[in-house]
Nanobody, 125 residues
Framework: QVQLVESGGALVQAGGSLRLSCAASGINSREAMGWFRQAPGKGRQVVAGITWSGSTDYADSVKGRFTVSRDQAKNTVHLQMNSLKPEDTAVYYC????????????????????WGQGTQVTVSS
């Protein structure tokens, strides 16, 4: 049974930083992983993705501010978020693909088969 558990969400002031973590179980380390977010009243939006080998891709809105990484030994994925803005406020979800389709497909939501429950990030102005 696949389980993805996010942690690290909090209330932070604009310009601050947060580090989200996602602990994965029931999958092997060769799945590509991703982060998504959903703001109130909006659809789910891709944020970043990382292949099993460490290649990454980011949504334009977070490039240069967010960094995704993974610890293969611990089956954990992190999202380091810097220079946070109020528009980054959302529930952040960790997700895993069923396999690895390469770095060019990291930002395709339809390829993600497993999802966590989400963690709330609130950025105050």
């Amino acid at each position: 049974q696949v389980q993805l558990v996010e942690s690290g969400g909090a209330l932070v002031q604009a310009g601050g930083s947060l580090r989200l973590s996602c602990a994965a179980s029931g999958i092997n380390s060769r799945e590509a992983m991703g982060w998504f977010r959903q703001a109130p009243g909006k659809g789910r939006q891709v944020v970043a993705g990382i292949t099993w080998s460490g290649s990454t891709d980011y949504a334009d809105s977070v490039k240069g501010r967010f960094t995704v990484s993974r610890d293969q030994a611990k089956n954990t994925v992190h999202l380091q978020m810097n220079s946070l803005k109020p528009e980054d406020t959302a529930v952040y979800y960790c997700a895993a693909q069923r396999g690895d389709y390469g770095s060019s497909r990291l930002l395709l939501p339809t390829l993600y088969a497993y999802w966590g429950q989400g963690t709330q990030v609130t950025v105050s102005s």
